[in-house]
C-alpha cells in the first residue's frame, strides 16, 4: 500500500517541459531518495507533491484515494509537507510561532504558554539548543532549517520531503539530521530525500530513484546500486568521481597574507598565506565563522585587529570597494542575497563589477560589447540558457552560480575568494566549478575557498585551514590533511596520532 | 440689520456713473464656447458660480457650448493646469478660471492666450497675472479688512483680543485681506483698543482648522473673537467652540457660506459673519468673458461695460498685482440671525 | 529577566512620549491640565482607527493610501443617511458606517490579494476614484449640523467617564476600544498571527500553506472598516461635511503607524505602539499650537523634525534596552 503515489504526471511551463510521464510511488515509513541533476525536474516534482504546482495530466494518489492539490496547504491536510534547502522562516516572527504557524488542529486562541511548551518539547526532540521565545532574524541557516524541521515535526506528516537539507549544515548536524530521519521512518513517517550528497544517500535511503529531464530513470533498493551507478544514471554519462589531491600543485610568490587578523566579537588570530597559484580552502562546522573572515578581507565587515597584507605591503580594506581596487574578488555563497540581480538578465548581472570597461561614447554603455563578454563567458563556463538575455532568478542554481563567477571573473581578480561554490550544485555541474577553480589556479590567481563540503576541500585544495568557534585550530598541507584529520580539528582534537 | 459701507466699493461705483454714457453694451446670440473652471468640484460656492455663470449665458443668448468642469480636490493644481491645456487644444474661446495653482498655470494660460483662448480668471487670480486677460474680483482686496475689523469692533463691544484663523500660509487672498485689515486697524483710532494676538492656519482642513481654533483658545485667556476668512475655518472654529461650550465667552465670525453657518448664527456661536454671492461672480465672470470673446470690450483699463442685472462696470489697474487689471464687483452681505436663514435656503 | 525587543520598542515610546510631555509642560502654561487632555484624547481619537487599520495592512507588507477618501465618503453618505432617517439607533448608525469601510477596503482587497496589483498603485488609484465620486454624489450639497440628529451633534462633548478630575470622552473610548480589540486580536487570535507571517515573509506563508490572498484581503476590508469607524467620529465631531472631508488622513496615519514601531518592510508592530504612536504625534502636533516660542511658519517643519526625533530617540533607546537586557539575560 502506497502512502503517495504519482502516476503518469506531465508538467510544462510555457514551451519547456519540466515533467514528462513520471511516476513515483512512496511507501510508508522508507526513506526514499530522489537524485537527479539540476534540471533533472526535482524542484517541479517536489512543486507537485506539495500542491505549489498542479500536473497538467496525469494522478496523485494519498493512500490510493486520487486527491487534487490545490496548494500547500490541500497537501498538508493530505500529510505532505517539505523543507527547503533555502529555509522558509519568518524573521519577525518568533521561534515558537514559527514552529507552529501552519498548525490548524489548535483552537482560534493562542495559548503561549503552551505555544512555547511545546516548542521547547519538539526543538529539544531534534536535538538542538535554540532560545523558542527569541525572533527567528539573525538565526543561522541551520538553525533555521531546524525550525523548519519542527514545523513539518508539529503537523504529524505522513511524507515529509527533505530538498537538500544538509546543503548548509556541518557534519556533525548532518549526522543528527539522518538520526532524525531515522526517527521519523520508525514512526512510519515516509522521507523523501534530495540530495546531492552520494555518501548520505548511501547511509539512510531504503530506496532510491534517478530522474533525468523530467523523466523516471529507474527506482532500486539501495542494496542494488553503486555510487558510479547513480551517476552514471543522472548524467547518462560516466563521470570521474573527484579524486582526492595528495600533493600541493606548484605556486608563485605570496599574494595575499592575514596576519592575526581578527574583528572584536567575531573571530580572531586567523593567519595565513596564499600564493599566486595556490588554493587555500577553509575547512571547519558552520558557525566556525569561516565566511567572517571572507567578508572583512572582502570589506564587507571590516577587520578591527590584525593586519592584511597585499604583495607584501600592508594594506586597509573598510569597503568593497577598496577590496576590488586591490583586486579581490568574492562569490559569495548567498546568491540571492550578496551576489546576484536576480530580475536582471544575465548579461547585465555578468558587466555589473565592470562597467567601466564597457563605458564607450559619451559614457554610456556599449552593448555589444557588453553583450559579447557575456557570450563569452557563456560558452567558456557552459552557462545553460538559450541565451544571456534570460533573467538569473529563472536559472537553475549551478548556472547561477557560473554567473556569479563570471561577473567576479570579468574583473580579472588576483585574489578570488570562493565561499561554499558548490552548495546545492549537482555532481555534473560541481565538477565543472571544480574544473574552473583549478583552472584559475594554474593561471596564477590566489584562491581561497570556503567549504563545508570536506571531499571537496581534499579535491581541491593545496593547504587546509581549519577553523573552530571563531579561532584558527590548525594549518594543514594537503599531504597531511585527511578527512579525519580535519574533522577533528574542527571539533577540538587533533588526531595527529591517529592519522 | 446692520449694513456696512464700503470705502472702495463706493469709489468704484462713481467711477461707473462718471462712465456711464459709455458703458458697452454686449450684443446677444453670439457664439462663445466657454468653459468654468473652478478650483474643484464638488463645493457650494463654485456651484453658485455655475449657476450664475449660467444665468448670464442664457440671458446673452449664447449660441456656442458652455461647460463646468474641474478637478477633484485631490489633485486640483495639476488638474487645473491638464484642463486648461485640453480647453486650448479643443480651441474653446473663453476659460473661467478660479486659479489654485499660483504662478505654475501661467505659461499654460499664456499658451492659450497665444493660441485664441481667452482666460478670464475670477475668485481667485493668477499672481504674476501673465496669461490672464482680466480678473473678476469679488470684492475689493481692501474693504475686505475694513469689514473684517468693524465684525471685530461689534463682537467685541469696541475693545478686547482676537486672533485670526486662516486657510493656508501662502494662501494669496487671505493673506492681502489680513494684511488689509491690519492696515485698517492701524490707521483708524476707532480700532485702538482691539488687539490682534495671533494669526494661526487651518490649511482649509475641518480637522487642523478645529485644533487650531482650541489652540488659540488656551492660548490667549482672554480671547473674545476669532476670525476665520475661510469657509472651512470659519465652521470648524464655530462647532469647537460648540462642542467646549465656549460660545459665550468666545465668538467666530469671518467669510462663511449661510447655509453651513445657520446653526451657529442662531444659537449664538457665530452671530454675524459676511460673504459675497458667488452667484453674482459666476454671472459677472460670464457676461465679461462672453464681451471680450465677441471683441464688444478689449481689456483694457478704461473700457466700461454693462453687465446685465448687475449694472455698470470698469476695466482698472489691479492695485495688488502690478500690470494685472480687474473688474471689481462688490459688495458684501453682512449676515446676522435677521437674514441668515432666507440666504441658508 | 529576558525583555522581548516588542515590548523595548513600546517602553523607548513611551519614555519618548512622557519625554515630550515633560518639556511642553516647561514650556506651556498650565499643560499638565484636564482640559489639555482632553484636547489631546479627542484629537488623537479621530484618527486612531484609521491608524490601527494601516497598521494592520503595513504589517502585511502592504499600504492602504484610500483612506482619506474612505473617511470622507463614509462621513459624507452617514450624514446624508441620518439626514432622511434621523431616527436609527446610534449603534446601527456606527455598524453602517463600518460596514461602508468594509466594502470600499474590500475593493482594494480584491484587487491586491487577486488582482496581483501592488498595493500602493490600487489605493492611489482608489483614493482618487472615491474622492471624484464623492464630487459626483454630493452635487457640491454640504452636510450640516442642521441636519443632522442631536445626539450625534453632542457626541464629541459626552463623557464616558471622570477619573480624578480629568474627563474622559466617548469619542476617545471607542477609538481606544477598536484598538484595543485589534490587539487582542492580533496577540491571540490564532487566525490573525497570519497577518504577521504573510508580511514577514510572503513566499514562507505560502510554503506554509497559509492563502495569502485572503489574508491580505481581509487586512484592507478590516484597515476599510476602521476607516469608516474614523469616518463616523469625523462626522460627529465636525458636522460638517464637504468633498474634502478626510483629506490627508492616509498621510497622518502612516505617520502614526511608523512612529508606533510598525516596520515599514511588513511583518512586526503592536497595536499599543500604534496608540502610542497616534497620541504622540498628536501631542506634538497640539503642543507646537500653542507654544509661544516658535511662529507659524516654522510648525510643520518642526513638526517633521520632530517626529524624526521621536522615530530615532525610539531606535536608540530600543538598541540600547536591548543591549542592557542581553546582559541582565
Not at chain 1, 319 to 332: D, L
Not at chain 1, 409 to 422: A, G, M, N, V, Y
Request: proline share 4%; aromatic share 6%.
Amino acid at each position: 500500500m502506497t502512502v503517495l503515489d504519482l502516476q503518469h504526471v506531465f508538467k510544462s511551463f510555457a514551451a519547456t517541459a519540466a515533467l514528462k510521464d513520471m511516476s513515483l510511488a512512496i511507501l510508508p515509513g522508507e526513506i526514499h531518495a530522489i537524485v537527479g541533476e539540476n534540471g533533472a525536474g526535482k524542484s517541479t516534482l517536489i512543486k507537485i507533491m506539495t500542491g505549489v504546482h498542479q500536473p497538467d495530466r496525469g494522478e496523485i494518489l494519498v493512500g490510493g484515494a486520487p486527491v487534487v492539490l490545490r496548494g500547500t496547504q490541500d497537501a498538508q491536510a493530505h500529510g505532505i509537507a517539505a523543507i527547503y534547502q533555502e529555509p522558509m522562516v519568518f524573521p519577525d516572527l518568533d521561534v515558537a510561532e514559527n514552529i507552529f504557524i501552519s498548525n490548524r488542529a489548535e483552537g482560534a486562541l493562542m495559548n503561549w504558554r503552551r505555544l512555547y511548551a511545546e516548542a521547547e518539547r519538539l526543538v529539544e526532540k531534534l536535538g538542538v539548543k535554540l532560545d523558542v521565545r527569541r525572533a527567528a532574524s539573525g538565526l543561522t541557516l541551520a538553525e533555521q532549517q531546524t525550525v523548519e524541521i519542527a514545523r513539518a515535526l508539529s503537523l504529524n506528516v505522513k511524507v515529509l520531503i527533505m530538498d537538500e537539507p544538509t546543503a548548509s549544515l556541518s557534519a556533525h548536524e548532518v549526522a543528527r539530521l539522518l538520526d532524525i530521519a531515522r526517527a521519523l521512518k520508525a514512526q512510519g513517517v515516509a522521507v523523501i530525500y534530495i540530495s546531492h550528497r552520494l555518501d548520505e544517500i548511501f547511509q539512510i535511503a531504503d530506496r532510491v530513484t534517478v530522474i533525468r529531464d523530467g523523466s523516471h530513470i529507474s527506482t532500486k533498493p539501495i542494496a542494488e546500486v553503486t555510487p558510479d551507478g547513480l551517476v552514471h544514471d543522472m548524467v547518462g554519462r560516466a563521470i570521474d568521481t573527484f579524486a582526492v589531491k595528495t600533493e600541493a600543485g606548484p605556486h608563485g610568490a605570496p599574494v595575499l597574507e592575514l596576519r592575526a587578523l581578527g574583528r572584536t566579537g567575531v573571530f580572531h588570530g586567523i593567519s595565513a598565506t596564499v600564493h599566486a597559484g595556490e588554493i587555500l580552502c577553509f575547512a571547519g562546522l558552520v558557525g566556525a565563522r569561516r565566511t567572517d573572515v571572507a567578508l572583512a578581507v572582502f570589506g564587507i565587515a571590516p577587520a578591527t585587529e590584525g593586519a592584511i597584507l597585499i604583495d607584501g605591503a600592508p594594506v586597509a580594506i573598510r569597503t568593497p570597494a577598496e577590496a576590488m581596487a586591490h583586486g579581490i574578488a568574492y562569490v559569495s555563497e548567498d546568491r540571492r542575497k550578496m551576489g546576484l540581480a536576480m530580475t536582471l538578465p544575465i548579461f547585465a548581472n555578468i558587466s555589473l563589477a565592470s562597467l567601466k570597461k564597457l563605458m564607450g561614447l559619451f559614457g554610456l554603455i556599449d552593448r555589444k560589447a557588453e553583450g559579447q563578454m557575456a557570450e563569452t563567458y557563456r560558452k567558456q563556463l557552459a552557462i545553460k540558457s538559450p541565451d544571456i538575455g534570460v533573467e538569473v532568478g529563472k536559472l537553475s542554481g549551478g548556472n547561477q552560480q557560473k554567473v556569479m563567477l563570471a561577473k567576479w571573473l570579468e574583473t580579472k581578480p588576483r585574489i578570488l575568494i570562493f565561499d561554499e561554490p558548490t552548495r546545492g550544485i549537482d555532481v555534473g555541474a560541481k565538477a565543472e566549478v571544480h574544473n574552473i577553480i583549478r583552472k584559475l589556479a594554474k593561471e596564477g590567481v590566489a584562491v581561497v575557498v570556503i567549504s563545508s563540503d570536506l571531499p571537496e576541500v581534499l579535491a581541491l585544495a593545496d593547504r587546509v585551514l581549519v577553523m573552530r568557534e571563531g579561532a584558527q585550530a590548525g594549518i594543514l598541507p594537503i599531504a597531511e590533511a585527511s578527512q579525519e584529520r580535519v574533522i577533528g580539528l574542527a571539533a577540538g582534537h587533533d588526531m595527529r596520532g591517529a592519522a | 440689520m446692520k449694513k456696512i459701507g464700503i470705502a472702495l466699493g463706493l469709489v468704484a461705483s462713481l467711477m461707473g456713473s462718471a462712465a456711464l454714457a459709455e458703458a458697452v453694451k454686449a450684443t446677444p446670440g453670439g457664439a462663445v464656447n466657454m468653459v468654468l473652471l473652478p478650483k474643484f468640484l464638488g463645493i457650494l460656492p463654485f456651484d453658485q458660480a455655475d449657476r450664475g455663470a449660467q444665468e448670464a449665458a442664457k440671458e446673452l443668448g449664447n449660441t456656442g457650448t458652455y461647460q463646468y468642469i474641474g478637478p477633484t480636490p485631490e489633485n486640483s493644481a495639476a488638474g487645473q493646469i491638464e484642463m486648461l491645456t485640453t480647453a486650448t487644444t479643443q480651441k474653446q474661446n473663453v476659460v473661467m478660471l478660479s486659479n489654485n495653482a499660483g504662478d505654475q498655470i501661467a505659461a499654460v494660460a499664456e499658451a492659450a492666450q497665444a493660441a485664441g483662448t481667452k482666460v478670464v480668471t475670477w475668485d481667485s487670480p493668477i499672481p504674476s497675472g501673465k496669461g490672464e486677460s482680466v480678473f473678476v474680483a469679488q470684492v475689493d482686496f481692501g474693504s475686505i479688512g475694513t469689514v473684517m475689523a468693524d465684525m471685530v469692533m461689534d463682537l467685541t463691544g469696541g475693545s478686547g483680543e482676537f486672533a485670526i484663523l486662516s486657510a493656508s500660509p501662502d494662501a494669496a487672498n487671505q493673506n492681502a485681506w489680513i494684511e488689509a485689515m491690519k492696515k485698517v486697524l492701524a490707521a483708524d483710532a476707532k480700532y485702538k483698543d482691539l488687539k490682534l494676538d495671533d494669526v494661526v492656519y487651518g490649511n482649509d482642513q475641518s480637522e487642523e482648522s478645529y485644533n487650531k481654533a482650541l489652540g488659540l483658545v488656551d492660548k490667549y485667556p482672554n480671547l473674545k473673537v476669532i476670525m476665520a476668512p475661510t469657509t472651512v475655518g470659519i465652521v470648524a472654529a464655530a462647532k469647537a467652540m460648540q462642542d467646549e461650550k465656549l460660545c459665550d465667552k468666545v465668538k467666530v465670525s469671518g467669510l462663511g457660506l449661510p447655509a453651513e453657518m445657520v446653526s451657529y448664527t442662531m444659537n449664538g456661536c457665530a452671530p454675524e459673519f459676511a460673504l459675497w454671492s458667488f452667484v453674482d461672480l459666476g454671472y459677472l465672470t460670464a457676461y465679461t468673458s462672453y464681451m471680450l470673446a465677441t471683441g464688444a470690450i478689449k481689456g483694457e483699463v478704461g473700457e466700461t461695460f454693462h453687465a446685465g442685472r448687475m449694472g455698470d462696470f470698469t476695466i482698472e489697474a489691479d492695485p495688488g498685482r502690478a500690470g494685472a487689471k480687474r473688474v471689481l464687483m462688490g459688495p458684501f452681505t453682512v449676515y446676522t440671525k435677521d437674514n441668515v436663514e432666507a440666504a441658508a435656503k | 529577566m529576558r525583555l522581548h525587543p516588542m515590548t523595548l520598542r513600546i517602553l523607548a515610546l513611551a519614555l519618548a512620549l512622557l519625554a515630550t510631555v515633560l518639556f511642553f509642560s516647561t514650556q506651556i502654561d498650565g499643560y499638565l491640565s484636564p482640559r489639555m487632555f482632553t484636547r489631546i484624547t479627542t484629537s488623537a481619537a479621530v484618527i486612531l482607527p484609521v491608524a490601527v487599520g494601516q497598521a494592520i495592512v503595513v504589517i502585511t507588507r502592504n499600504i492602504d493610501l484610500s483612506i482619506g477618501s474612505a473617511v470622507g465618503v463614509v462621513a459624507y453618505l452617514t450624514g446624508d443617511l441620518l439626514g432622511s432617517h434621523p431616527d436609527l439607533h446610534p449603534l446601527v448608525v456606527a455598524l453602517i458606517a463600518m460596514g461602508l469601510g468594509a466594502g470600499i477596503g474590500a475593493i482594494n482587497g480584491v484587487l491586491v490579494a487577486w488582482g496581483r496589483v501592488p498595493s500602493i498603485i490600487v489605493t492611489l488609484g482608489t483614493l482618487a476614484l472615491w474622492r471624484t465620486f464623492l464630487v459626483q454624489y454630493s452635487d457640491a450639497r454640504t452636510i450640516t449640523t442642521a441636519s443632522l440628529p442631536q445626539w450625534l451633534v453632542d457626541l464629541p462633548q459626552a463623557n464616558a467617564f471622570t477619573l480624578l478630575g480629568v474627563d474622559v470622552r466617548v469619542t476617545v473610548v471607542l477609538a481606544v476600544l477598536s484598538a484595543a480589540a485589534m490587539g487582542l486580536c492580533l496577540g491571540r487570535l490564532r487566525a490573525a498571527r497570519r497577518f504577521f507571517a504573510v508580511g514577514s515573509n510572503p513566499d514562507a506563508a505560502v510554503m506554509a500553506g497559509i492563502n495569502a490572498g485572503v489574508v491580505v484581503f481581509l487586512a484592507f476590508v478590516l484597515s476599510g472598516a476602521l476607516a469608516g469607524l474614523s469616518g463616523f467620529l469625523f462626522l460627529a465631531k465636525f458636522g460638517n461635511i464637504t468633498v474634502v472631508a478626510g483629506m490627508g488622513f492616509e498621510l497622518k496615519a502612516v505617520a502614526a503607524v511608523v512612529v508606533g514601531g510598525v516596520s515599514i518592510l511588513g511583518g512586526s508592530g503592536s497595536m499599543l505602539g500604534v496608540v502610542i504612536g497616534t497620541v504622540l504625534v498628536d501631542t506634538i502636533d497640539n503642543s507646537l499650537t500653542r507654544w509661544e516660542l516658535v511662529s507659524e511658519f516654522w510648525r510643520d517643519a518642526l513638526l517633521g523634525f520632530l517626529i524624526m526625533a521621536a522615530v530615532t530617540v525610539d531606535t536608540f533607546m530600543s538598541r540600547q534596552l536591548t543591549r542592557f537586557a542581553r546582559k541582565e539575560g
